[in-house]
């Protein structure tokens, strides 16, 4: 039984990975609206919750390397490298946070955005060490603005989203 969930876990986290590769393809002739939208996110933080932290976190860490390597966007440096960690925080943290928590609807709400909010501090520590390897500044105010100012349409989206998939996926079964 356990190598039969371990083989489906695989199977979704591949399907993630490719939907976390495929949807910015939506959005990727304005970067500005990808920014703002972070179609990258969705997949992985809905993989923490079905497939697990362990899964979740490496899609996360792969996707923005691999649409780098292979579609040149993001630019690998600084960009994917900090999305690589603040996306592998998002599936860790749904994921862990989802088997703690209580099965029940609403644990999804305070799961997600715990995950949203680690992820984003996650990412403000990364740019940090980027910007520190490159010399450049990187202040509170820029912090706030590309975490939650910028990311608001997302944040929302997400909010709005992610939970009713979750809860239509646990309905089906898939999640148990």
């Known amino acids: 039984m ?9 199977a979704l986290s591949g399907m993630f990975l490719a939907l976390a590769y ?27 919750f079905v497939c697990g932290w362990q899964y979740a976190a490496l899609v996360g860490a792969i996707a923005p390397i691999l649409r780098s390597v292979i579609a040149g966007m993001p630019p690998m440096y600084p960009i994917a490298l900090e999305m690589m960690f603040e996306l592998a925080a998002y599936g860790l943290f749904s994921g862990l946070l989802y088997k703690i928590f209580p099965k029940k ?3 999804i709400y305070p ?4 995950s949203m909010l680690a992820g984003r501090c996650v990412w403000g520590v990364a740019r940090l060490i980027m ?13 706030m603005a590309g975490a939650f100012t910028n990311a608001l349409p997302a944040i929302i989206i997400h909010i709005l989203l992610i939970p009713p998939v979750v809860m239509a996926l646990n309905k089906s079964g898939l999640t148990k």
Do not use: D, R, W
Request: with cysteine.
């Open 111 to 114: 799961a997600l955005i715990i």
């Open 2 to 10: 356990k190598a039969k969930k371990h083989l489906l876990s695989v």
């Open 131 to 143: 910007s520190g390897v490159s010399g450049t500044e990187f202040t509170f105010a820029m912090f």
């Open 22 to 48: 495929v949807l910015p393809f939506f959005t990727g002739q304005i970067p500005e609206i990808g920014s703002m939208l972070c179609p990258m996110h969705i997949p992985v933080l809905i993989c923490g």
């Open 105 to 107: 609807n609403a644990y």
